[in-house]
């Protein structure tokens, strides 16, 4: 039995020695390698955390002290440690999370998996157990990972300064990186301690001299490193930018060194006050394929060959989403001048590294800030560009307010290209992009579309970036490009029609990809006698007035969309068909208002009755057991049950 069998909880861990301690370090990363191989997930960052993680776990009691861990991505080994180990069902249903959750374990605080909150998080608890006479338990929170650069951070750091008497400690896990390598005024100050000649010199001068005398020497060592750190401090002056917020400062340390993380958690636990832990560690340490991946060093992963870090699996079933915008945008900006590209630390993820290659000084990474990304690209429209910002779905929620104030306010031309829309998956609730349709369509004069294949998302984009008075948005799933479905016929004002009906029955407004959808829709409710339209609208916001022409003809509507159904597009069209004067009867299909857990898309998409089969049927049952008039009757053996076989 390896050591990493023998660990069912923290307290397992007290007893080991630092021979076993770096041994089941060694277990943790061969472990992660074999298993998150096999399912995906975030493989990087955790083989970063692996010591820093058993230092924390050692020196502090949890769930008695609540450990919050920011950009929850790194808690693999915080869960091996805490007793689920079976990664065999990783990020898949019934299987564990990809990132804390409270329903596995009480050692989970924080499920939000948005960068930059652990601090704010750790604030309220140390506050909340003074206040109510829990004095005697400590918060730790595990801020880094790119973290640094989101403004909530400070926000935190600041007001944590405030009020010293309580028991938090803060361990900035400095990798250097995000998702890539993280940027900003911030990350090349800490890089400079990281680098600095006289840090890394002395620390490794010193740890040869010492290790010459074998353990006695190797002992000295770890002893002294304590007065070496202090020194180190006033050599960087990394101590004063914390001093400045009135918060102790230890470090910087090696974070892969469970003894001197260790040594430092003891003195910052007895402080009894706010301290700062300075760790540096390696993200993808102990894996050569992670440490050569210059892009991301393995940030997250699908299946891979442990061996060699190559992808395996399934063969592609076309060109990304992502890869589709990529490509469009740069060939954009080749004949625009005024196209500029803004990302929050996703770079390569969300498209944009292809303009920045070719326009290095045309593309902004803002690092983990969302807000200021959007209020500088206002101002970056007012004085004569056209930017273009691109997030995956589920980040445009942390900047609502600016895009609202800043961007529409002032009739901003700004576009939004929002990656991973709508379902995505495996990541669960905090990355589902099902929120943005709701939000943002109440920001006035805003324009939303939702291409349905890759034709239509160069159209749009095009379209899009000619706006220079308002908010445009562009959002798209995660995964693979469809087919191109070509249409029947485009109204007037851009609305594409993809089946005529043989009789205006039902009129079928698909948002999206979910056009193959509709048109599958629209067969099984052929085959049973009633006559469908689809349509795909393209631009969903504002609602096309040929839509609602086109529902006036029609004696139901209904919309499919990726997204709630609450506030959705199916609710905006019900809107304004009754501003209109039209008693059409409109079925919204979408999304619960409820927090989805981790799945795959079709599992997901299934339990919501988003699925031809579901809608045909619930379609056939609705007429059937309404008194909505179609255009011809219905066949005796009309059966939702036939909807099956088409």
Same mark, same amino acid.
């Given at each position: ?12 861990? /007290? ?9 089941? *370090? ?13 399912? #995906? ?61 409270? *329903? ?17 998080? &750790? ?54 990186? *995000? ?53 180190? *401090? ?60 210059? !892009?991301?060093?393995?940030? &997250? ?12 699996? @399934?063969? @592609? ?55 200021? %990304? ?24 942390? !900047? ?20 991973? &829309? ?69 109204? /007037? ?38 006559? &469908? ?18 529902? %006036? ?14 506030? #959705? ?23 619960? /208002?409820?927090?989805?857990?981790? !799945?795959?898309? %079709? ?33 005796? /053996? %009309? ?5 099956? @076989?088409?």
């Amino acid at each position: 039995m390896t050591l990493l069998e023998q660990i069912t909880s923290p307290r397992d861990l /007290d007893a080991l020695t630092t021979e076993q301690l770096i041994q089941l *370090s060694g277990e943790v990363r061969q472990f992660l390698i074999a298993e998150v191989s096999k399912t #995906g997930g975030h493989l990087g960052p955790n083989l970063g955390v692996v010591e820093l993680t058993i230092a924390i776990h050692r020196v502090f009691d949890s769930p008695h002290d609540a450990i919050v861990f920011d950009t929850g991505h790194q808690s693999y080994v915080h869960k091996l440690l805490t007793g689920r180990q079976d990664f065999s069902h990783l990020r898949e249903r019934g299987g564990l999370a990809g990132y804390p959750q409270r *329903s596995e374990s009480p050692h989970d605080v924080v499920e939000s998996s948005h960068a930059s909150s652990s601090l704010s998080w &750790a604030d309220g608890i140390s506050r909340a157990f003074t206040m109510t006479g829990q004095a005697n338990r400590h918060v730790v929170a595990v801020v880094g990972d790119g973290a640094l650069t989101g403004g909530m951070t400070w926000e935190a750091l600041n007001n944590i300064s405030d009020d010293n008497d309580r028991n938090l400690v803060i361990v900035v896990n400095d990798n250097g990186r *995000s998702y890539a390598p993280t940027i900003g005024g911030m990350a090349r100050y800490l890089n400079s301690v990281r680098t600095a000649a006289g840090y890394r010199d002395l620390h490794h001068s010193s740890e040869r001299l010492f290790g010459h005398f074998g353990a006695f020497g190797r002992a000295i060592y770890r002893g002294a490193r304590g007065g070496m750190h202090g020194f180190l *401090s006033r050599l960087t002056n990394n101590e004063a930018l914390y001093s400045n917020l009135d918060i102790k400062y230890i470090g910087p340390i090696d974070g892969h060194d469970v003894e001197a993380v260790e040594q430092a958690l003891h003195q910052a636990k007895e402080y009894r006050q706010p301290v700062i832990v300075h760790a540096i560690t390696e993200k993808g340490r102990g894996y050569q394929p992670a440490r050569a991946d210059e !892009a991301d060093q393995f940030h &997250a992963v699908g299946q891979i060959d442990p061996e060699t870090g190559e992808p395996i699996g @399934s063969a @592609s079933g076309g060109p990304s989403w992502t890869s589709v915008f990529s490509d469009e945008i740069a060939a954009l900006a080749e004949k625009n001048p005024k196209i500029v590209g803004i990302t929050a630390a996703m770079l390569r993820p969300t498209g944009l590294h292809t303009l920045a290659e070719r326009f290095p000084s045309r593309v902004l990474d803002v690092g983990i800030a969302e807000q200021h %990304a959007v209020t500088s690209a206002a101002g970056m429209a007012f004085g004569g560009l056209h930017p273009v910002v691109a997030l995956y779905a589920t980040f445009i929620n942390r !900047a609502f307010d600016q895009v609202l104030m800043d961007v529409g306010l002032h009739h901003a031309g700004v576009t939004f290209v929002l990656d991973r &829309a709508g379902v995505t998956g495996p990541d669960g609730p905090s990355h589902h992009g099902i929120w943005d349709l709701a939000i943002l369509q109440v920001v006035p004069h805003i324009r939303l579309s939702a291409p349905r294949d890759a034709v239509r998302l160069r159209e749009v984009l095009a379209e899009a970036i000619a706006v220079d008075d308002a908010p445009t948005v562009i959002r798209f799933p995660k995964g693979s490009v469809g087919a191109n479905i070509d249409a029947v016929r485009r109204m /007037d004002d851009g609305v594409d029609v993809l089946r005529e009906g043989t009789q205006k029955d039902v009129l079928i407004v698909t948002v999206g990809p979910f056009a193959s959808i509709g048109l599958d829709v629209a067969e099984r409710l052929a085959a049973q006698g009633i006559g &469908a339209t689809v349509i795909d609208p393209r631009w969903v916001v504002p609602v096309a007035k040929s839509l609602i022409e086109l529902a %006036a003809e029609h004696r139901l509507v209904i919309t499919i969309e990726d997204g709630i159904r609450v506030g #959705g597009i199916g609710t905006r069209i019900r809107q304004d068909l009754r501003e209109a004067g039209i008693d059409t009867a409109v079925t919204e299909l979408g999304l619960p /208002d409820e927090f989805i857990e981790h !799945a795959t898309r %079709a599992q997901i998409l299934e339990d919501a009755r988003l699925t031809p089969q579901h809608i045909a049927r619930d379609v056939v049952a609705q007429v059937l057991g309404s008194k909505i008039p179609i255009a011809r009757p219905l066949p005796d /053996d %009309a059966d939702s049950r036939q909807l099956d @076989s088409h």
